[in-house]
């Protein structure tokens, strides 16, 4: 696969097939995509991946705590507290696309949170990716592991297989330290869900906007 054809044709899956992937694929998967550049080649991600009863065991306690109404502190913000336009727009306009394509209305928050908590079942897919760095790292490091991340969801493409980029998985500190036994000075950043795409799914049929290149490209000394 060409890797323009793997960028046009890479997209948030958020309802995958239970077909399993053979642990060769994710393994090769990985290695290919360690490959990655991160300055003075630091390489500052941790992998965790989950399958299986891992995984089940993980989905169940997180259904578990929702059920209950138990809450936990992100670490970080996923988006910026007072978000700016245009950036403020485009995240409202793709979320209204989003509830609109499968029938929930725009003031049904119970129907809203329903659809946010299948975040926590990785969309029904049968392989969980979590990324995690060592606390001391700084933004330059955050930026080198979206590099690494986009090196696995474009090979995914390669290898047949979809993704979902997931930093809801944020919510959630305390338990995913338990489950991944992560160390005091392990930080987790988000989740990744990895499978094949349930073709069927109308949610699937979501195409999110891309602004035009002369909103966001300058030029300079060209004739």
Request: aromatic share 8%.
């Amino acid at each position: 696969m060409k890797v323009s054809t793997a960028i046009e044709t890479r997209m948030t899956v958020r309802q995958f097939l239970p077909t399993p992937v053979a642990k060769e694929t994710i393994c090769e998967i990985l290695e290919i995509a360690k490959r990655a550049p991160s300055g003075g080649n630091l390489q500052p991600w941790n992998v965790h991946v989950l399958v299986g009863d891992p995984l089940a065991a993980l989905v169940s306690d997180i259904d578990e705590k929702i059920g209950k109404g138990i809450e936990e502190e992100p670490e970080y913000n996923v988006y910026p507290p007072e978000l700016v336009d245009p950036y403020k727009t485009r995240r409202r306009v793709v979320g209204q696309a989003l509830y609109e394509l499968i029938g929930v209305p725009r003031d049904d928050l119970p129907g809203k949170l329903k659809q946010l908590s299948r975040n926590f079942r990785f969309f029904d897919a049968p392989v969980g990716l979590f990324f995690v760095m060592h606390r001391q790292m700084e933004i330059g490091q955050y930026a080198d592991l979206g590099m690494f991340m986009q090196n696995i969801m474009l090979l995914a493409r390669e290898y047949g297989l979809h993704t979902c980029p997931q930093e809801a998985w944020a919510r959630w500190p305390e338990t995913l330290k338990e489950h991944l036994d992560l160390a005091d000075h392990e930080m987790l950043f988000c989740g990744l869900a990895l499978g094949f795409k349930d073709e069927s799914a109308v949610i699937n049929n979501l195409v999110s906007e891309r602004e035009e290149l002369d909103n966001f490209v300058t030029l300079h000394g060209f004739q």
